[in-house]
């Protein structure tokens, strides 16, 4: 395809929003249509049509793949570099040379440790990879992470734990249909991801039961068999109590225990303590509704070892993940599945229903604080040094791990007295963080301290109208650049149109800043990839086999695809896992209570989430008018009978506050939550954000803020 109006031939791509990546044809739009009407000047030369032979969405489209193709219109976008005038304090137009020798100047006058760099999980694998070499060998700071640890650090944690690597689903979703038994925790897939839920219904078709587990009874329990709703912050002890009951009721996978797994017997013991009514007054779930279920799943795992066909999964996203206890409670699930046999076998397995673009890939190729490509650890010697000979650099001049995203962020402001952990210039990379960050009334407050903020992104995000320099990005139809679903398929995704005049791709904008900094980067996406290809072989995540060339191909590559693997590895853990000694490990996880638990003072909870027609911060589709339509604001669910003892009439305007801050959008009564708690969508800004709410409080582990449950008090402020 070429980028000039009406020439293009159509191509395969993919969808720029969430990890289902769904495929897409690109459709020429051409200049003059069948009237002879002359399309507007700033329309997107191309359309956008489900990819029929795409096995992950067989053509279906949710409305936000379904109008990618606006987000290329120069209406909704960036099409120039902006700096601060320093005379009017305003953001104005300025060249390329501009924009990016002021962003030089600023980083290279400080010292590395007081300028950080903030990524992104829809970057393409390329750009994740770039981003994690230019902040270590470039700007040679240890200060670098992401908004993946918002997203699924809690899941890629505790999988590490377990099974000795973390790819989001070990198997291909179409795997899904062959399930008999699937419980959804904490997901919420009709909404982020509405494609993939035509195969949970032909599993349910074909017998499958379904059952959610969610505080609120969502799209997705409204499609299922059963609902589980607990009180936010307790399905630990609701997998402690599912636990439990397969102890006592004799359907421990006894022979898969033992030959395939380590450490059952500290599990189990803690398990003891969650015996069925215990786990009932925890988190509210019946007794009897836990039994119907631990049946439900031991059953079909019972049929498929019996050569019946089926088998049962368990798989789990941001609600179960979200929390200061998010990687212990993942465990707690993956206890579950590893006592019932599951991971493995074919139609059965644990699984993360990854959520951003690229958030698998993203947090594979180096931009974690404390990784580099392939996965590797930082802190390991053998893959300093594997990592710094293809960067020619020496291993010991690379920087150490380096703060988590949140800790980052509370690092930022304070100007250069502030000491030496003090961040003082930040770079962010695809990331709308006045938005999405936990306890935003405080990041706000931090990043407009900051001495000099630079923002790479498509749009004029809140984070990018607080910036000093704002530098436009090319997207996706318009560069190469390679995403990994969350299957751990690796998709091509080839430039299809030419860039808007105005804007660089990211991997341009890094190119051209190393070279103003003394260093030299790439910036083809294909000479990357295959750079990162060489620097994830032989760890776990290895891409070394993998091409843009055979991508473009068509081929079905999944992760591991390296030496040892160069056909790809769709599933995972059919013979060993990849721990010292090859069995899947049950880790010894206890319950606790959140960060934050409802007093006199606070006394409701407070859960985040997403709604079907916006996307993260929303920077994106609240920009798009379909979507924005469907979706325009904010607003708090509440039960009816919350309603009523607050005395709040349906669109009445509730003020939802919390320690940190306070949010306010029309109440929007609803039996689907629980009285104790309300719920609120994080995608808007101002005084609907949710995120001005939400606890910062880290898991300890995988370092993800509390954002699924806080204490909050809700007023009324107008309706009455
Ligand atoms: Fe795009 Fe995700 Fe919707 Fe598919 S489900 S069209 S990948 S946003």
């Known amino acids: 395809m070429t980028g000039k109006r009406g020439t293009s031939d159509g191509g395969h791509s993919h969808c ?34 489900g990819r029929e032979d795409f096995p992950v969405n067989e053509g279906a489209l949710c409305g936000k793949g379904a109008s990618a193709a606006q987000l290329l219109s120069a209406r909704l976008r960036l099409t120039s570099p902006l700096v601060r005038d320093r005379r009017t304090a ?3 137009p300025a060249t390329w040379d501009e924009a990016l020798d002021r962003v030089a100047r600023e980083l290279s006058a400080r010292d590395p440790r007081a300028v950080a ?4 999980g829809s970057l393409t694998n390329e750009k994740a990879y770039q981003l994690g070499r230019f902040a270590r060998t470039i700007l040679k700071t240890p200060n670098i992470d992401y908004n993946g640890r918002f997203c699924m650090s809690s899941a890629a944690a505790a999988q590490n734990r377990a099974f000795g690597m973390d790819r989001g689903l070990p198997f291909p979703v179409r795997d899904i249909r062959a399930a008999r038994a699937i419980l959804l925790v ?9 494609p993939i839920m035509r195969h949970f219904a032909a599993a349910r078709e074909a017998g499958a039961v379904l059952i959610t587990v969610d505080p609120r009874r969502t799209r997705t329990a409204d499609q299922a068999d059963r609902h589980l709703q607990p009180v936010p912050g307790t399905d630990l002890a609701l997998a402690l109590g599912l636990l439990h009951l397969a102890v006592a009721e004799g359907l421990v996978d006894e022979q898969y225990v033992a030959r395939r797994t380590s450490g059952f017997d500290d599990a189990r013991r803690i398990a003891t303590g969650y015996w069925p009514e215990r786990v009932e007054r925890l988190t509210g779930v019946p ?3 836990m039994h119907q279920t631990v049946h439900t799943l031991a059953d079909a795992a019972r049929a498929v070892r019996s050569g019946a066909p089926g088998g049962a999964m368990i798989l789990s996203a941001r609600g179960t993940e979200q929390h200061s206890k998010g990687t212990d409670t993942v465990n707690a699930w993956i206890n579950l599945a590893l006592a019932l046999g599951l991971p493995g076998r074919p139609g059965c397995g644990y699984g993360a229903l990854t959520g951003q673009g690229n958030g698998q890939g993203g947090r594979e190729h180096g931009q974690k604080s404390d990784q580099l490509p392939g996965y590797r650890r930082l802190d390991d010697p053998a893959a300093r040094e594997h990592v710094a000979a293809i960067w020619g650099v020496d291993p010991d001049e690379l920087p150490g791990p380096g703060p988590s995203a949140a800790e980052l962020l509370a690092r930022c402001g304070g100007g250069a007295q502030a000491g030496p952990d003090a961040i003082d210039a930040l770079l962010v990379m695809g990331s709308n963080l006045l938005v999405s960050a936990p306890g935003a009334v405080q990041t706000e407050e931090r990043l407009r301290s900051l001495g000099f903020l630079v923002v790479c992104d498509l749009v004029l995000s809140e984070t990018a109208e607080i910036a000093d320099v704002v530098l436009p990005a090319a997207q996706w139809a318009e560069e190469t650049g390679t995403m990994t679903n969350l299957e751990g398929r690796v998709l091509l995704r080839p430039a299809a149109i030419a860039p808007h005049p105005g804007v660089r791709t990211d991997l341009e904008i890094m190119a051209q800043l190393a070279g103003r900094l003394g260093g030299k980067l790439s910036a083809d996406p294909a000479e990357v990839f295959a750079e990162l290809g060489r620097a994830s072989a032989g760890g776990v995540a290895d891409y070394s086999a993998i091409s843009h060339e055979r991508l473009a191909r068509g081929e079905e590559l999944y992760w591991p695809c390296g030496e040892d693997s160069p056909g790809g590895t769709p599933r995972l853990f059919e013979d060993c896992f990849p721990t010292p000694d090859g069995r899947a490990r049950f880790v010894p996880v206890d319950f606790r209570v959140s960060a934050e638990e409802p007093d006199d003072q606070y006394p409701y909870r407070l859960t985040t989430g997403r709604v079907l027609s916006q996307y993260q911060s929303g920077a994106q589709t609240r920009r798009v008018d379909s979507l924005n339509q469907a979706a325009p604001e904010a607003f708090v669910e509440l039960h009816p009978d919350l309603a009523r003892d607050l005395g709040v009439e349906e669109g009445a305007t509730l003020s939802v506050i919390s320690r940190r801050g306070t949010a306010s959008a029309p109440a929007r009564l609803s039996r689907a939550i629980r009285p104790d708690t309300v719920f609120m969508p994080f995608h808007w800004p101002g005084a609907g954000r949710a995120n001005s709410l939400t606890n910062p409080a880290l898991d300890p582990t995988s370092k993800m803020p509390e954002f699924k449950t806080c204490a909050v008090r809700l007023e009324k402020t107008s309706g009455e």
């Open 16 to 49: 720029p929003y969430c990890a289902l990546q769904c495929g897409i044809d690109l459709i020429a739009v051409p200049p003059v249509d069948d009237r002879g009407a002359a399309a507007p000047e700033d329309a997107p030369a191309v359309r956008v049509a």
């Open 90 to 92: 305003a953001l104005r």
């Open 117 to 120: 760099v903030f990524g992104g």
């Open 186 to 194: 904490g997901a919420n897939p009709a909404e982020t991801m509405p």
């Open 287 to 289: 007794v009897a509704a």
